[in-house]
């Protein structure tokens, strides 16, 4: 008897994507060989982050990086080193702030249906949003410049209606003295974007480990420009033990603490990365949208189906893994969905924008051919229109 039988828990049929939810992505022989190699050892762990994140470095070609337990503790991480500087008093009194450049600008269209701003409030971050429903302007962000500002987030939300460039933003922001931290936790593919933000002049940059990059769920990176930031995230955690006025003290990232199953997992995940041909993967999952959508059809041919694709303002990511995207009323959408948790085996399904919306980032063969199956079963027994 498994593990998952024991604790009677079902293994799913995920057609939603990379989602934390649902156990990020699936990890590969090589990642799992990796973490058994070190389970048995022991190491010094702030050698074994220090050295790891030198070699992700070395890989990417970038100035710094840092393994981290997930993109949300990356973003903690990156905005309470920007807030302290890599002050030990600073650090010890976070995440009370009052008297620190604590103040973090956000752009208005970042913020909607954006549950992730929160993680700016836990390391004592305050709020600053710019711009309007209208869009952002340049003005907008130069006149949130000031001495209270410690950074400018910028969630990567491309294509985003509204929203003031990057590459602008950062040449405000550097201008004023002020760092720019990425949150890109699930913008690959494209691979190119690992380095993209980092060739851009950002900061910091924070990616989640569990979903493309094939790690485990609870990994993630950033990466740097600012080398001082970059030890400041160090020292933040989670494995810092530093004497502040002569008390032994540990940090806000002391709570965030990866094991070192998970650093070699990541870096093993992160290798494979890297050789992989993503534009056969793409092309594979372009097929398997247009097979979905074909079968769809065949028997259902008043379904209103297409493939979705770079959708603007996108917040099922990253944009560009296709999904089938089906048209129905609301009260179809959740009872199929509703429906599809309910079979055996338990399929999962997401909504964008009031559709049904079929990812073929994490769905291999056989699960597309179950997927079809029971939606059409489902769709005869209650019809969608």
């Known amino acids: ?28 022989p090589s990642v799992i060989e990796a973490m058994r190699e070190v389970a048995e050892s022991f190491v010094d762990m702030n050698e074994l982050l220090i050295k790891s994140g030198e070699y992700v ?64 409030n836990i390391p004592g971050g305050k709020l600053k949003v710019v711009g309007s429903p209208g869009g952002v302007t340049e003005d907008d962000v130069k006149n949130a410049m000031s001495e209270k500002v410690a950074a400018v987030v910028h969630f990567q939300y491309e294509p985003q209606e509204g929203e003031l460039p990057l590459s602008r933003v950062i040449e405000i922001a550097h201008d004023h003295g002020v760092p720019v931290i990425v949150d890109a936790a699930a913008e690959l593919p494209p691979v190119t974007n690992l380095t993209r933000f980092i060739k851009m002049g950002a900061d ?77 993967r793409l092309r594979v999952m372009n097929e398997l949208a247009d097979y979905i959508i074909s079968e769809l059809k065949s028997t259902l041919p008043k379904l209103q189906v297409r493939k979705r694709v770079n959708a603007p303002n996108e917040r099922v990511r990253p944009v560009v893994v296709p999904k089938v995207e089906i048209e129905l009323p609301r009260d179809r959408v959740r009872l199929y969905i509703e429906l599809l948790k309910r079979g055996d085996p338990p399929i999962y399904l997401c909504e964008c924008d009031g559709h049904l919306c079929i990812s073929t980032h994490t769905l291999s063969k056989d699960e597309t051919e179950l997927v079809i199956e029971r939606l059409r079963n489902i769709m005869n027994k209650y019809p969608p229109y």
């Open 1 to 28: 008897m498994g593990i998952l039988e024991r604790l009677g828990v079902r293994r799913i049929v995920n057609a939603c994507g990379t989602l934390t939810v649902l156990g990020g992505n699936r990890v590969s």
């Open 204 to 280: 910091l940059v924070v990616f989640s480990g569990g979903k493309d990059i094939g790690a485990p769920n609870d990994t993630g990176l950033i990466l740097v420009n600012n080398l001082k930031l970059l030890e400041a995230c160090r020292l933040l955690g989670p494995f810092s033990y530093i004497n502040v006025n002569g008390q032994v003290r540990v940090f806000i990232g002391r709570a965030m603490k990866i094991s070192k199953e998970d650093i070699v997992a990541f870096v093993a995940a992160l290798e494979n990365y890297v050789k992989v041909n993503h534009e056969e």
């Open 57 to 120: 470095a070395r890989l990417l070609n970038v100035p710094g990086a840092l393994v981290t337990s997930g993109a949300g503790a990356g973003l903690v991480l990156a905005v309470a080193s920007a807030i302290t500087g890599g002050d030990v008093e600073k650090m010890s009194m976070l995440p009370f702030t009052e008297g620190m450049r604590n103040e973090v600008v956000v752009q208005y269209p970042h913020t909607v249906g954006n549950p992730y701003v929160y993680f700016i």
